[in-house]
């Protein structure tokens, strides 16, 4: 069974720094990787995802992720934070065969809050 | 990008009604939508998978016969909370899914419910 930690629950952090969100997970077989973003009273929004390939992945909003497959991470980056970065980011798995996709196994989230 | 919309965004009822959240695929279809459940402070539970044409599939834990869901089209998809009570007050929060290849998540805003 896959399950994912996220070690920080909250990261608070001045805008304009740099960030990352840590996410580390465990599995027997190879696995798909997500971050979702969910601001306040909103659904979740696909940040970026690794799936197969290059292990750097670049996203939206100017967030990268790298997949390390001997450290089964797959931490969040942004060189320069937004005070509109302030959320609750959510690292995901799921396994690329068998069972459905909506079978996302979630980290418990970490907060994002970005000061001016 | 897909966008899914789910209606009320909050609601709130009185202990022993029920409520329906519709979750709706504004721009493609899909057979296979999500439903998942997120309590204060915490992650995503997936409650069950909403398939057009057939029963849905419960996780180990969900009742069945409190959470009725019905996929009647390739665009909808909804979730009774029969009987509500307190305890069924939530962020109930609907995913469909893209076809082809993995097949993207794009997540409704979320509906909250607090029952009183």
């Known amino acids: 069974a896959q399950s994912v930690t996220q070690l920080d629950s909250q990261v608070p952090v001045f805008e304009e720094a740099p960030v990352e969100l840590r996410c580390n997970y465990s599995s027997s077989v190879s696995v798909y990787l997500f971050w979702y973003v969910q601001y306040p009273n909103q659904g979740l929004q696909l940040l970026l995802k690794?799936?197969?390939?290059?292990?750097l992945v670049k996203g939206i909003n100017g967030f990268e992720a790298e997949f390390n497959k001997s450290q089964t991470s797959f931490h969040l980056r942004k060189p320069s934070v937004h005070i509109s970065d302030t959320a609750e980011y959510f690292c995901a798995v799921t396994p690329p065969y068998g069972g459905s996709q909506g079978n996302l196994i979630f980290g418990k989230g970490t907060k994002l809050s970005v000061k001016p | 990008g897909a966008v899914v919309s789910q209606h009320p965004s909050w609601v709130i009822c009185k202990s022993g009604t029920s409520v329906k959240i519709e979750c709706r695929s504004l721009?493609?279809?899909?057979?296979?939508m999500f439903w998942y459940r997120q309590f204060p402070k915490q992650s995503l539970m997936l409650m069950a998978t909403?398939?057009?044409?057939?029963?849905?599939?419960?996780e180990q834990g969900v009742e069945k016969d409190k959470f009725l869901i019905n996929h009647a089209s390739l665009t909808l998809s909804t979730l009774t909370v029969t009987s509500a009570h307190p305890e069924d007050s939530s962020f109930y929060i609907c995913?469909?899914?893209?076809?082809?290849?993995?097949?993207?998540?794009?997540f409704g805003e979320g509906s909250r419910l607090t029952v009183l």
């Open positions: 690794y799936l197969s390939g290059s292990t």
């Open positions: 995913s469909a899914i893209l076809a082809g290849g993995p097949g993207e998540l794009f």
């Open positions: 721009d493609f279809q899909a057979t296979t």
């Open positions: 909403s398939n057009e044409g057939s029963k849905a599939t419960y």
